[in-house]
């Protein structure tokens, strides 16, 4: 049986209904070329909230900005997949973009299973 986080998904709990939305947990970088070596850092959950805030950032860091988004190395294909969609466009406003997983993390999910 696979976990929310190899699908890619999360339940949430409303009011006693259980209904999927994509989850992830993440850590991003935010790079600017000016001012010189400016930097934010963030980690949590990856949420559709998330994904617009992090994306607003990286828009008003302007161009030769970078974002670099990591996720546990358990994420799925179709989960990375579903993250860089969500940041594709940032490379038309001259963002630089790069969604990878990183093999070094280890992650403990909500329901107790371990991601490496």
Not at 47 to 54: R, S
Not at 88 to 109: M, N, T
Request: net charge positive; charged share 30%; glycine share 10%.
């Amino acid at each position: 049986m696979r976990t929310p986080l190899e699908i890619g998904t999360d339940p949430i709990r409303t009011g006693g209904i259980v209904s999927q939305q994509k989850v992830f947990p993440f850590r991003a970088t935010l790079e600017r070329t000016v001012p010189e070596g400016a930097r934010s850092q963030r980690s949590g959950w990856l949420t559709p909230y998330e994904v617009e805030t992090l994306y607003t950032d990286a828009l008003w860091a302007g161009r030769g900005a970078r974002l670099e988004v990591s996720v546990p190395a358990r994420t799925s294909e179709e989960g990375l997949g579903w993250i860089r969609d969500r940041f594709d466009r940032l490379s038309k406003r001259g963002v630089g973009v790069r969604v990878r997983r990183d093999e070094s993390w280890e992650f403990r999910d909500l329901l107790g299973a371990t991601a490496h």
